[in-house]
């Protein structure tokens, strides 16, 4: 079924749209039922309306008319202008470091610091990295050892479990507070492969200790919470009101178009200085200056071959700051059964009954595996015909 008006009506009071609603709104759903005369005839009387009348005119066409086409479009782009401003006013109060950025790094600031709370400094929060970081650092203190849990296949490349050497040799919160984590888990001093995946999905116990030490230093400005969810509210506003205002624009009130690009740009402004809103104080933000330019230079030493860095003493940095893809061919190679100087986090303790004094390194592709690899429709068609009129069909 279609319709074809000439060019006075195309061009007047039936014009496209209208033509392909009267052939999906009115012609179609009658035939559907087998009913050709009522088809042709409601047809027929809505194509005369238009002729007459005009095409219908709804509610929004109205309010495109009168409101979108008057004050609506000044008052959209003074609110817009108003939270762009306020937008700023909140941003600008965020605190700011007093020192420069420093120099990347290879030295760690110092050795007392956990590697989960030295990813949280960088990172502005606590982080699922910092748990596997605690781990290595275990491992590397010979407090828990890790084996083959899944051998590699045509599909893996295998899988570690972890089995308890001794607790003693945990030091700190955060490492105590991971012991307890995988000896929820653990059956008989052995924690699965699977199991390991699970813990590996957060930050866990750590989070906790780790928010805790972040505000008892000071660390976590007051108040920086509400002003992101302020920034934030502001910006979903301003989408909402770029939306209204397209559909308002598009119905018949072009100069509405100015509000919805004000409106845009709240939107933009918003959620990107709600993200870029820091919440640490400025005590936070100079603390983690020398953690950033740690992590840099970890990241540029990874890039450069000729860069010396010493694997059992970062590894557990390295993977809480997340760099270990950038180490991925160092990481394969120092955990080679052939290698000379094998990581120790990767070696069986020598003391362990099991090891019978000969080294088990296992592959860190085994270790990455776990902890750090997540009708029928009507158509409407149609196209111009002689004399400039206008053709509309639906299939």
Do not use: C
Not at 111 to 131: E, I, K, M, N
Not at 172 to 201: C, F, H, Y
Not at 235 to 260: E, F, H
Not at 289 to 303: F, I, M, N, T, V
Request: glycine content about 12%; proline content about 6%.
């Amino acid at each position: 079924a279609g319709i074809f008006v000439g060019s006075t009506y195309d061009d007047g009071n039936v014009p496209r749209d209208e033509q392909e609603a009267i052939i999906e709104d009115t012609l179609i759903p009658p035939l559907r039922d087998g009913d050709v005369a009522r088809s042709l005839t409601a047809g027929i009387d809505r194509l005369a309306s238009d002729i007459r009348n005009g095409p219908p005119v709804t509610a929004l066409d109205r309010f495109a008319d009168g409101p979108g086409s008057t004050w609506l479009p000044w008052a959209g782009s003074v609110f817009a202008l108003l939270g762009l401003l306020l937008v700023g006013t909140v941003f600008r109060g965020r605190a700011k470091p007093t020192g420069s950025q420093q120099y990347p790094t290879t030295v760690r600031p110092d050795q007392a610091t956990d590697a989960a709370y030295a990813t949280a400094l960088v990172h502005r929060s606590a982080q699922p990295s910092g748990v596997p970081g605690a781990v290595l650092a275990l491992a590397t203190a010979d407090a828990l050892t890790f084996e083959q849990d899944k051998k590699p296949g045509k599909v893996g490349k295998g899988t570690v479990k972890i089995r308890f050497v001794d607790r003693t040799r945990a030091r700190g919160e955060v490492q105590q507070a991971v012991w307890s984590m995988l000896a929820e888990r653990a059956e008989d001093d052995v924690v699965s492969g699977d199991e390991l995946k699970k813990i590996a999905r957060g930050p866990g116990a750590t989070k906790e200790l780790v928010e805790k030490t972040l505000r008892d230093s000071g660390f976590v400005a007051d108040g920086s919470g509400r002003r992101r969810t302020a920034l934030a509210g502001l910006g979903v506003l301003g989408g909402a009101l770029a939306i209204g205002g397209i559909a308002v624009a598009t119905s018949g009130a072009p100069t509405m178009w100015l509000a919805v690009v004000l409106s845009g740009l709240l939107f933009v402004a918003g959620l990107w200085t709600a993200i870029a809103y820091s919440r640490f104080s400025v005590a936070g933000l100079d603390a983690s200056r020398p953690w950033e330019a740690y992590r840099d230079g970890l990241k540029q030493a990874a890039k450069d071959n000729d860069e010396s860095v010493d694997l059992n003493v970062a590894l557990p940095d390295i993977v809480a700051f997340g760099l270990a893809p950038f180490f991925r061919k160092r990481l394969e190679a120092a955990t080679d059964p052939g290698s000379d100087t094998p990581l120790r986090a990767f070696t069986s303790p020598a003391d362990a009954d099991y090891a019978a004094g000969v080294p088990v390194v296992l592959p860190w592709s085994a270790f990455s595996g776990v902890f750090v690899s997540s009708s029928s429709g009507s158509v409407a068609s149609g196209g111009g015909a002689g004399g400039g009129g206008g053709a509309a069909g639906s299939t």
